[in-house]
C-alpha cells in the first residue's frame, strides 16, 4: 500500500505521525512510504532519518498527499487543503469532527474520503488508546505548565506549587479523573501539593485514589462542590471525560468569580469546545489570558511541546492499526476491528457516526459491513 505523511500544517503542531522507527516497520512489509519533507524535523527526526528507514521523502505537499492510499496525520489537514483529498482514500489521525465548523465538515464529506478519528478509536473495554496515551502525556504537562502559571513572571499570584518548610504547598483542584485527571493527580501528589478530586462518578473517583500513591480528599462533581472547590483553588485542571462529543460547560463565569484573584485554570477540553463559559482556544507564545480576574490556560493539544516524546507514544499506539490498514486494505480492516469501526467518522464520504450526523444534521448510513 502506499502511505503518505504529510508535514503537520496546524499552527503549533510539533509531533509528526510516525518516527522513522514505525516507518522502517511498514517498509520492511513491502509497502512505499511517502514522507513530506520536513514532516518529523520538530520531533527531532530528519529527511535523513526517514530516508533511511526506507522512506521517499516528498518534496510537495501534492505528492505526499495525492500518492496515497492510508494518510496519517498528528492533525487533519486543514479545511483549504481538502481539495488536494481525492475520493477513496482514507485518512487516519486526530479529527475532532464534533468541534469543526458545519461548512468544513460537509466539504469533508464531498471529498468522499474515509476519516477516522484517533480520539474516538475505543476497543472492547471502554478505553480509548490514542486519546489515552495523549492525556497521560498531558495530565503530566498540566501540572508542570501550571506551576510555572503561578509564579509571578507568568502572570500567577506568586505560589510555589511544592511549598516548602514552613510554606504550604498550592491547593490543586481537579475536575475529572479520567486519564488525564489521574495523570494529572498522580503528578500533583508526587510533587507534594494539596489536591482535590472531583468526578460525577464515585467508582472512577475509587478507581483514582487506587492509583495514588497517598490518599487525597474527594468530591463528587456537582455545581455547587464545584463551586467551593474552586473558592480555595490555586491551580484548577479542569478535564471532563469527551469523546467523540462536544464538551460540557462545567465552569460558569459566576462560579469564576468565587475564584481567589490570579488563580490559574486550565481547560482540558477545548479541543471539544471547551468546558468553561469564558474558554477560548490559546496558543503559545502567549497561552494565557484573564477573565473575571482569573488567568485562563486553554491550549489545544498539549503534549505537542513534548513533541519527540509525544510521537513515540503515538507511533508505539497506532502503529499496529497502521499495519493492519496497509495490509488488509480499508473494507476487510473494518470489518474485522471493532475498535476501528468505532473510530469510523466517514465511510467514503457517508456519515457513519450516528452522534457526528445528529450534531450537523447529516444523513446517518451505516457500515455497508458488520462487524465479526
Known amino acids: 500500500m502506499d502511505i503518505g505523511i504529510p508535514k503537520e500544517s496546524l499552527a503549533h503542531e510539533h509531533r509528526g505521525a510516525l518516527t522513522p522507527g514505525g516507518v522502517k516497520a511498514l517498509t520492511e512489509r513491502g509497502h512505499r512510504v511517502y514522507v513530506e519533507t520536513g514532516a518529523g524535523a520538530e520531533a527531532g527526526h530528519s529527511d535523513d532519518d526517514y530516508r533511511s528507514a526506507g522512506a521517499m521523502i516528498a518534496y510537495s505537499r501534492d505528492e505526499a498527499v495525492q500518492r496515497a492510499e492510508l494518510l496519517l496525520g498528528a492533525q487533519a489537514l486543514r479545511p483549504a487543503e481538502y481539495p488536494l483529498l481525492r475520493p477513496g482514500q482514507t485518512i487516519l489521525t486526530f479529527w475532532m469532527l464534533p ?20 480520539e474516538v478509536i475505543e476497543d472492547d473495554e471502554g478505553n480509548a488508546p490514542a486519546l489515552q496515551a495523549m492525556s497521560e502525556m498531558a495530565g503530566s504537562l498540566a501540572v508542570i505548565v501550571g506551576a510555572g502559571l503561578l509564579l509571578n513572571e507568568f502572570g500567577g499570584k506568586g505560589i510555589l506549587l511544592t511549598g516548602g518548610p514552613g510554606v504550604p504547598p498550592a491547593n490543586v483542584v481537579i475536575l475529572g479523573t479520567g486519564v488525564l485527571g489521574q495523570a494529572a493527580a498522580r503528578a500533583a501528589v508526587g510533587l507534594g501539593a494539596e489536591v482535590l478530586l472531583l468526578d460525577i462518578s464515585v467508582t472512577r473517583l475509587r478507581q483514582a485514589l487506587d492509583r495514588l500513591p497517598r490518599p487525597v480528599p474527594t468530591m463528587v ?148 459491513f458488520v462487524w465479526r
Open 99 to 118: 468541534s469543526a465548523h458545519a461548512e468544513s465538515l460537509r466539504t469533508l464529506v464531498g471529498t468522499q474520503v474515509t476519516a477516522i478519528g484517533l
Open 221 to 368: 462533581a456537582r455545581p455547587l462542590t464545584i463551586e467551593r472547590a474552586l473558592a480555595f483553588a490555586d491551580l484548577v485542571i479542569a478535564a471532563p471525560g469527551v469523546r467523540g462529543d462536544r464538551a460540557p460547560i462545567i465552569v460558569t463565569r459566576p462560579m469564576l468569580r468565587k475564584m481567589k484573584p490570579r488563580s490559574v485554570i486550565m481547560d482540558f477540553a477545548i479541543d471539544m469546545g471547551g468546558c468553561l463559559e469564558t474558554s477560548r482556544p490559546t496558543y503559545f507564545p502567549q497561552p494565557t489570558y484573564e477573565a473575571e480576574g482569573i488567568l485562563h490556560f486553554c491550549v489545544p493539544n498539549l503534549p505537542t511541546i513534548a513533541a519527540r516524546s509525544a510521537t513515540q507514544a503515538l507511533t508505539n499506539t497506532v502503529l499496529p492499526w497502521v499495519i493492519e490498514l496497509a495490509e488488509k486494505g480499508i473494507e476487510r480492516t473494518l470489518a474485522d476491528n471493532a475498535a476501528l469501526q468505532r473510530g469510523t467518522y466517514l465511510y467514503r464520504g457517508s456519515c457513519v457516526k450516528e452522534s457526528l450526523a445528529e450534531l450537523f444534521g447529516l444523513k446517518f448510513e451505516p457500515l455497508p
